[in-house]
Nanobody, 121 residues
């Protein structure tokens, strides 16, 4: 079974920084993409950033220029560095991985349990 475990959330003041981590564990053959989503109260879950195998990264307009997503493939881990945080960044942040277990199986999406980020003075 594959598990994604996020860490690094917390309370931060406006203008501050946080680094989220998400580690995938279990029997993993390959990971095509790792993504961060977030969901604020009363809102739909939205894609924040993607890190695709081969090195490409994509960001939502709302975080572009303030956030950096990176992967450590040796550790099956993805990070999200967020700077210049704003109150509207407050949300539960979820990690997502599109991966394949044994090589003959199709890729599947897996989700972490979420980590709370609160930006407030």
């Amino acid at each position: 079974q594959v598990q994604l475990v996020e860490s690094g959330g917390g309370l931060v003041q406006p203008g501050g920084s946080l680094r989220l981590s998400c580690a995938a564990s279990g029997i993993i053959f390959s990971i095509s993409a790792m993504r961060w989503y977030r969901q604020a109260p009363g809102k739909q879950r939205e894609l924040v950033a993607s890190a695709i195998s081969g090195g490409s990264a994509n960001y939502a307009d709302s975080v572009k220029g303030r956030s950096t997503i990176s992967r450590d493939d040796a550790k099956n881990t993805v990070y999200l560095q967020m700077n210049s945080l704003k109150s509207e960044d407050t949300a539960v942040y979820y990690c997502n991985a599109l991966l394949r277990q044994p090589s003959a199986t199709p890729q599947r999406n897996y989700w972490g349990q979420g980590t709370q980020v609160t930006v407030s003075s």
